[in-house]
């Protein structure tokens, strides 16, 4: 069984693979998780 530190470290480096290389499209709305995100920090 992984720790939590392994499986962090393991998803951080899937969420690298994926997106190396990739292009950002931006779609000019707005985002829900973002603002889910902003709204529980606060």
Sequence with gaps: MQSPDERARLCAAIVDRLT?????IETGTNSYRLAHTQKAVR
């Design 20 to 24: 190396f290389g990739g292009h950002i």
